[in-house]
């Protein structure tokens, strides 16, 4: 293994778009840029949404694009071993405790605290980190409890590679939900620590989950990795872009004459790399592409701004 590891970790709900493809050139990139590793995780653990065929869709995406990496493709949901291991670790650490609140009650709770100190949207109020063993009682007779982790609002810094640094106090969020499944925050830890992730780059709409994560990792006695969390792809109406904007997905832009080739570039350019490589190469090999942009990137020179998406403008 070398010092440097990044990962693209895709979820297979719905074939990869523009915005999707831009993060994985720009975990790709990453890692090759720092002499390292680049590997392949599919996170699929939410049963409920993954689609038949989506993640081998997914992975031949990548590949058209001329992306490489080491060992086999890792799924989540071949590993909830692991997830049973670190849950146990955090129990003996009286870090876990059962939650009974649906979200109605979550979005309640929080709109009333939000006066109070530490609390923000999305902060989970700690309505059940104290209850009574009468009152757990109670509550699992009404629903299944899911399982959060003890944080007591700790504050924790990130120091992002794109956005500098980022503080944020940590709620008692989710680590396993009430159906059983393993949350994300929880399976991401300990699947990067696993495979040797040093380095996690993927879209800034995740920059919040980043001192989540950290704290859990430190939780654990694991090393957290450092971050890049890079700017979305939007729709010209200033929303993250999705499959309702048109040609936005590899086959959808195949259909409309844009090869593999031409796509990479499109995604390099707004990139701002391989400007001097037009539109007017669209044979050039991919894999000579690739290398170039490597070569060219500077991570220093990440734009924090998004990439507007206009597919009329093809």
């Known amino acids: 293994m070398t010092s440097a590891r990044g990962r693209f970790a895709p979820s297979p709900t719905g074939d990869f ?12 990139v990453f890692a090759r ?13 939410d049963r409920s949404r993954v689609r038949p065929g989506v993640a081998e869709r997914q992975l031949a995406d990548l590949a058209a694009l001329g992306l490489t990496w080491q060992g086999p493709v890792v799924y989540q949901s071949q590993r909830e071993s692991l997830y049973e291991d670190a849950l146990a670790t955090l129990r003996s650490q009286g870090r876990v405790y059962e939650c009974y609140c649906s979200r109605r009650e979550i979005r309640e709770a929080v ?7 530490h609390h923000a949207v999305g902060f989970y109020a700690g309505t059940c980190r104290e209850l ?17 982790l003890r944080a007591d609002a700790a504050e924790v810094g990130v120091a992002d590679l794109v956005h500098g640094e980022y503080l944020a106090r940590v709620d008692d969020f989710i680590l396993r939900r009430g159906d059983g499944g393993f949350a994300y925050n929880l399976a991401v830890v300990v699947d990067d620590a696993a495979q040797g992730v040093t380095q996690v780059v993927r879209g800034d709409d995740l920059l919040e989950s980043a001192p989540r994560q950290t ?18 792809v939007l729709n010209p109406a200033g929303q993250r872009l999705a499959k309702r904007d048109g040609a936005v997905t590899r086959a959808d832009l195949a259909r409309q004459g844009v090869d593999d080739a031409a796509l990479f570039l499109l995604i390099a350019h707004s990139m701002g790399l391989l400007l001097d490589s037009g539109r ?17 990137f500077q991570p220093a020179h990440i734009s924090r701004e998004p990439w507007v998406f206009r597919a009329a403008a093809l």
């Open 215 to 232: 704290f859990l990792a430190r939780a654990l006695g694991l090393k957290a990795p450092s971050y890049a969390h890079v700017p979305l």
């Open 280 to 296: 007017d190469r669209p044979t050039a090999p991919t894999r000579v592409l690739l290398d170039a942009l490597v070569a060219e």
């Open 33 to 45: 840029h720092a002499g390292g590793d680049f590997i392949v995780r599919v996170e699929d653990l």
């Open 17 to 28: 778009h523009l915005g999707n493809l831009r993060t994985a050139l720009y975990a790709y």
């Open 132 to 148: 009574s063993t009468a009152e757990r009682e109670a509550r699992r007779a009404e629903r299944p409890a899911a399982l959060r």
């Open 111 to 117: 709109a009333e605290s939000l006066g109070a100190p």
